[in-house]
């Protein structure tokens, strides 16, 4: 079975600060890992995603996300924030299969 | 290149009434699947569909519920008799082959049952 736990139901961050979002996973097979944003009142955004390789995966709007299967963690940092990055993320994890297991969301609001 | 439609964005139904939510999926695009997410909560898989035939449906509650996704227009979630607690966000994606490569969501249907 997977699971996807994200710790920290709400993250704030002044803009122009490291913005870090925890994800760790639980998986019996290698893990297929994902983080989508959603803006209010839309659909879910691919931010980037890991399935085998480079363990460092870079995604859109400046964000990346480092797979640590020693930790079996996968968490998202952008080195500045921005305003338009407040948000609510939701980290998941897939076996390679269609059913992914998705996280309960962090919500990030960004300081001025 | 349109991405995933789903229609309407807002759906409001009385209790015991049908509702009926579409998806479009990507040009080129045969594999659908729904997901549902509850108030604070992560999504979670309902159902997966190709044309004619639904593949896993291992999400969908037992009762009242049912999808297809025809040969010809979109996919369809259909909720019989609808009570408060299917209120929710019904999202869709769709992928041209297996999901290993991420899924494209719609920008989801938001049910409220009154």
């Known amino acids: 079975a997977q699971s996807v736990t994200q710790l920290g139901s709400h993250v704030s961050v002044s803009e122009g600060a490291l913005v870090l979002l925890r994800c760790n996973y639980s998986?019996?097979?290698?893990?297929?890992l994902f983080w989508y944003v959603q803006y209010p009142n839309q659909g879910l955004q691919l931010l980037l995603k890991?399935?085998?390789?480079?363990?460092l995966v870079k995604g859109i709007n400046g964000f990346e996300a480092e797979f640590k299967k020693s930790e079996t963690s996968f968490h998202l940092t952008k080195p500045s924030a921005h305003m338009s990055d407040a948000a609510e993320y939701f980290c998941?994890?897939?076996?390679?299969?269609?059913?992914?297991?998705f996280g309960t969301g962090t919500r990030l609001k960004v300081l001025a | 290149n349109a991405g995933v439609m789903q229609n309407p964005r807002h759906l409001v139904r009385r209790r015991g009434q049908e509702a009926r939510l579409r998806c479009s999926p990507m040009?080129?695009?045969?594999?659908v699947y729904w997901y549902r997410q509850l108030p604070e909560e992560g999504l979670k898989f309902m159902v997966y569909?190709?044309?004619?035939?639904?593949?896993?449906e291992s999400g969908m509650p037992k009762e009242r519920f049912s999808a297809e996704f025809p040969k010809e227009g979109p996919s369809i979630l259909r909720i019989q008799q609808v009570v408060r607690g299917d209120s929710a966000a019904y999202f869709c994606?769709?992928?041209?082959?297996?999901?290993?490569?991420?899924?494209?969501f719609g920008s989801g249907t938001r049910l409220t049952v009154v």
């Open positions: 994606a769709s992928s041209p082959e297996g999901p290993q490569y991420g899924y494209t």
């Open positions: 998986s019996s097979v290698p893990p297929y």
């Open positions: 890991y399935t085998t390789g480079a363990t």
């Open positions: 998941a994890v897939s076996s390679g299969t269609y059913k992914y297991i």
């Open positions: 040009k080129g695009h045969s594999h």
């Open positions: 569909l190709q044309k004619e035939n639904i593949i896993d």
